[in-house]
């Protein structure tokens, strides 16, 4: 079952720059296929699963509770359907899981994990290089 209850300490939009601010969206949802608009400044998640394995149920589940999680800040959710029993989460096109290689399903948690470490990093300031 989903987590779509908020754990988070709801401090993630108070560490953002106001201009960060002002560039967070609603998370946007592509479905099936869709094409996926990147935009810079937000974090880009896919969601890819079999769509002959039924996992096309748990990738919904799983959207949605990032949805839920994340409302309100740049992230982009793309559920992409595949063959041969995928289920694969990247973000920002780095692999987070991957189904062939645990030989089970990620928890929401998991996800949420990188999609934070991912936000972070986008409002983590820019060094000046020791200038």
Known sequence: MPISAK??????????LPSQKERAASVSVTEENGSC??????????????KIGN??????EQDQAIRAEFAGLPVEVKMASSSGGVYEVTVNEKLIFSKKATYRLPSDEEIFYHIRAALARLTAPVENGGQ
């Open 55 to 60: 996992y096309s149920r748990v990738a919904r």
């Open 7 to 16: 754990q988070g300490t709801g401090t993630e939009e108070a560490k953002m």
């Open 37 to 50: 608009s990147s935009r810079s400044g937000e974090v880009r998640v896919v969601i890819q699963y079999c």
